[in-house]
Every structure is written in C-alpha cells, then in structure tokens.
C-alpha cells in the first residue's frame, strides 16, 4: 500500500476517535446539566439538587443533593477522602430540620471519580443547622419542591 495512503488513513482515524470522544464528553457535561440545579455556593464548596428527585415521603420531602468541595474532605483525621457527596436528604419543612438517609463519597469533584464510600441508614437522624446558609438553601429547595 502507498505510504502515504497509510499515513493519511491514520491521520484521519485519529481525528475521528478525538471527534467522538469530544462528542461523548460534551453529552455527559450536557446530561449532567440537565440534571442539577444550583442551591448554593460557599467558600470551597457547591451545592447542587437534582430537581427531579424531591418527593412527598409522608411528613417529610426527600431529594437527592450533590455536594461539592475544592479540597479533599474526610470523615474524622484521615477516612475516606473525597471531593464530593451525593446525599439523598430527609426534610421536615414544618420545623426546618433534616437528615440523610444514603450517602455515596468520589473522589472527584461534582460527583465524578472512584466510588471511596457509600451506604444509607434505616430512619435519617434529623437535625437543625439555621446557622449555615448551605443547610438552609437545601431544605429552600427541597420545601418548595
């Protein structure tokens, strides 16, 4: 075969495998787009609902939150270090408290990255934080849902 045929049969392979993988990235940015709000910013951190995950769980509304940090977090000194969590939150509207019931922790940034932790509990442990505008913007967001 002519050398240069092989050279630009090349040439045009890899500008094809760049062109799909350019068009896979962009269809995760957008279906990650369609996904998430914004609820709030903070300091290092961002947080975002998945609009349609907010339910009316009798008494309480629960949604799926994505928290995410600039620097690497961890539960205590050194466990389980993470950029951001997504939360599946318990709210009771009524006096503003509220509580997560599953957890999944990557090591990326807006919920990308290796899986480093996940789990859920039976009954969320409900609390009040009115002190954090982050708090206060997910349990907006998830009452109003």
Same mark, same amino acid.
Request: glycine share 8%; proline share 4%.
């Given at each position: 075969?002519?050398? &240069? #045929?092989?050279? !630009?049969?090349?040439? @045009? !392979?890899?500008?094809?495998?760049? !062109?799909?993988? =350019?068009? !896979?990235?962009?269809?995760?940015? +957008?279906? @990650?787009? =369609?996904?998430? +709000?914004?609820?709030?910013?903070?300091?290092? $951190? &961002?947080? @975002?609902?998945?609009?349609?995950?907010? #339910?009316?769980?009798?008494?309480?509304?629960?949604?799926? &939150?994505?928290? *995410? %940090? +600039? *620097?690497? $977090?961890?539960?205590?000194?050194?466990? @389980?270090?993470? #950029? *951001?969590?997504?939360?599946? %939150?318990?709210? /009771?509207?009524?006096? #503003? *408290?509220? =509580?997560?019931?599953?957890?999944?922790?990557?090591?990326?940034? &807006? =919920?990308?990255?290796?899986?480093?932790?996940?789990? $859920?509990?039976? /009954?969320?442990?409900? %609390?009040?934080?009115? +002190?954090?505008?982050?708090?206060?913007?997910?349990?907006?967001?998830?009452?109003?849902?």
């Amino acid at each position: 075969m002519n050398p &240069i #045929r092989l050279v !630009l049969a090349a040439v @045009f !392979l890899n500008a094809a495998k760049w !062109l799909v993988a =350019g068009i !896979l990235a962009l269809t995760a940015v +957008s279906s @990650f787009a =369609g996904e998430w +709000s914004l609820v709030a910013k903070a300091n290092d $951190q &961002i947080v @975002f609902v998945d609009p349609t995950s907010i #339910r009316d769980e009798g008494g309480l509304k629960t949604a799926r &939150i994505l928290r *995410s %940090y +600039s *620097s690497v $977090q961890t539960i205590g000194d050194t466990a @389980f270090p993470h #950029r *951001s969590e997504i939360l599946h %939150y318990a709210v /009771r509207c009524e006096d #503003r *408290s509220l =509580g997560f019931e599953a957890w999944t922790m990557t090591a990326g940034e &807006i =919920g990308t990255g290796a899986t480093v932790w996940t789990g $859920q509990v039976e /009954r969320p442990a409900l %609390y009040k934080d009115p +002190s954090d505008p982050l708090v206060a913007g997910i349990i907006d967001v998830t009452c109003a849902g």
